[in-house]
């Protein structure tokens, strides 16, 4: 079963704007990472944000982590056409980082 | 950076044979890989955790016999999905933690399509 599930499933945006994507989960966790795919790809590392941590900034990213509500965001500001892809945020549990995905969230940035 | 690598990235068997897919990571050890599958347009489903020198520890509904796993050495684990049939076919991925810039992280390999026919 799924540990997370991101909202919006699906988010279409114009290039330059800023895209927020949500991600709540289940249980407690070690840290909350996000991914990203393009279309039948293997999944990129973005950021990794740990749970005693609020905030994180990388670039055009910023996570927030809200561990009282089991939830996370990312932002990505500025958007750009090549930022379109899926995104999924990953809880882990445990020491040996059994990393679990939430149902993800597909953005399409319209140039 | 650390790297894990799959192979084959792409391939197409016959219903009923067998089919390896293999995972290394290729600049640091990992003691612990896990094997994902992913339908399409849907996330990852963790299958199972595969231990160096022990057994798998598969997912609830994951059929160990069906998909052998085999973590011979500190940097490779293969996935054998035995008896292969079109439901099958699917997107897998492997994943191993290493240290990286952001201390200890998971890194995914680039995906196995497999295509059953």
């Known amino acids: 079963s799924q540990q997370g599930e991101e909202d919006p499933q699906a988010l279409s945006i114009q290039e330059g704007e800023n895209a927020t994507m949500n991600c709540s989960y289940k249980?407690?966790?070690?840290?909350l990472q996000w991914y990203r795919q393009n279309s039948g790809r293997g999944l990129v590392h973005l950021i990794l944000?740990?749970?005693?941590?609020r905030e994180k900034h990388s670039g055009r990213l910023r996570v927030t982590l809200d561990t009282s509500k089991k939830s996370s965001s990312l932002l990505i500001t500025a958007s750009r056409a090549a930022d379109t892809a899926s995104y999924f945020c990953?809880?882990?549990?445990?020491?040996?980082?059994?990393?679990?995905f939430g149902t993800g969230t597909k953005l399409q940035v319209i140039p | 950076g650390a790297v894990v690598s799959q192979h084959p990235s792409r391939v197409i068997c016959k219903s009923g044979t067998s089919v390896k897919i293999e995972c290394r990571s290729l600049?640091?050890?990992?003691?612990?890989m896990f094997w994902y599958r992913q339908f399409p347009k849907q996330s990852l489903m963790l299958m199972a955790t595969?231990?160096?020198?022990?057994?798998?520890?598969?997912e609830q509904g994951v059929e160990k016999d069906k998909f052998l796993i085999n973590h011979a050495s500190l940097t490779l684990s293969t996935l054998t999905v035995t008896s292969a049939h079109p439901e099958d076919s699917s997107f897998y991925i492997c994943?191993?933690?290493?240290?990286?810039?952001?201390?200890?992280?998971?890194?995914f390999g680039e995906g196995s399509w497999l295509t059953v026919v």
């Open positions: 990953a809880t882990a549990l445990g020491g040996y980082q059994k990393v679990t």
């Open positions: 994943s191993a933690a290493g240290q990286g810039a952001l201390g200890n992280t998971i890194y």
């Open positions: 600049d640091f050890q990992a003691t612990t």
């Open positions: 595969s231990n160096e020198g022990s057994k798998a520890t598969y």
């Open positions: 944000i740990r749970s005693n941590e």
């Open positions: 249980t407690s966790i070690n840290n």
